[in-house]
T-cell receptor, first 112, second 115 residues
Framework: GQQLNQSPQSMFIQEGEDVSMNCTSS?????WLWYKQDPGEGPVLLIA?????ELTSNGRLTAQFGITRKDSFLNISASIPSDVGIYFC????????????FGKGTSLLVTP | DTGVSQDPRHKITKRGQNVTFRCDPI?????LYWYRQTLGQGPEFLTY????????KSRLLSDRFSAERPKGSFSTLEIQRTEQGDSAMYLC?????????????FGPGTRLTVL
């Protein structure tokens, strides 16, 4: 599988700030998933996207499926200390199989 | 709790030993996946099953690795003659194949350390 380009690699912000991160691929996907992982734990699914241009929210999180189908974006509004963790994007094209391709992650640190 | 479970959570072994990990998926999920994650990287796909059939294997899955899902429920991943390079977090995920949605739910992982 391919590794997706995820940026930024890390972010250090103050509580209350908004956060944006993105993910790009050289291939077209029909599914984009965003996960959060805490140290020593498995990834937890945050948001799933299935249509180009789709904008989906989950509480303070909003994600978008890029219209080119090769990128996706995640925004976190009004960050809080428990948002700390590593955020991963993952994409797949179910016409080619069901293996998720992951980015390297964005490490988020939030100071009170 | 009806999430994905994995056992053991941690395993320390000596180089050359065999290890086996177990994964129990969410009960109604018929697809089961194995991934490997090394420090600073995202998970990398190893293999997946639909019911008891192993449908896809990554090139990462060398001949020392074997996965089974004999009754279409739990799965095991065995690594024979472990090497230090096998040290990683091994993650299991599951999904519901009949759904048009491709959401995969992960377990807590098994951390393998090969000395």
């Amino acid at each position: 599988g391919q590794q997706l380009n995820q940026s930024p690699q890390s972010m250090f912000i103050q509580e209350g700030e908004d956060v944006s991160m993105n993910c790009t691929s050289s291939s077209i996907f029909n599914t984009w998933l965003w996960y959060k992982q805490d140290p020593g734990e498995g990834p937890v699914l945050l948001i799933a996207l299935y249509k180009a241009g789709e904008l989906t929210s989950n509480g303070r999180l909003t994600a978008q499926f890029g219209i080119t189908r090769k990128d996706s974006f995640l925004n976190i509004s009004a960050s809080i200390p428990s948002d700390v963790g590593i955020y991963f994007c993952a994409g797949l094209n179910s016409n080619s199989g069901y293996a998720l391709n992951f980015g390297k992650g964005t490490s988020l640190l939030v100071t009170p | 709790d009806t999430g994905v479970s994995q056992d053991p959570r941690h395993k320390i072994t000596k180089r050359g030993q065999n290890v086996t990990f177990r994964c129990d998926p969410i009960s109604e999920h018929n697809r089961l996946y194995w991934y490997r994650q090394t420090l600073g990287q995202g998970p990398e796909f190893l293999t997946y099953f639909q019911n008891e059939a192993q449908l896809e294997k990554s090139r990462l899955l060398s001949d020392r690795f074997s996965a089974e899902r004999p009754k279409g429920s739990f799965s095991t991943l065995e690594i024979q003659r472990t090497e230090q390079g096998d040290s990683a977090m091994y993650l299991c995920a599951s999904s519901f194949a009949a759904s048009s949605y491709n959401e995969q739910f992960f377990g807590p992982g098994t951390r393998l350390t090969v000395l």
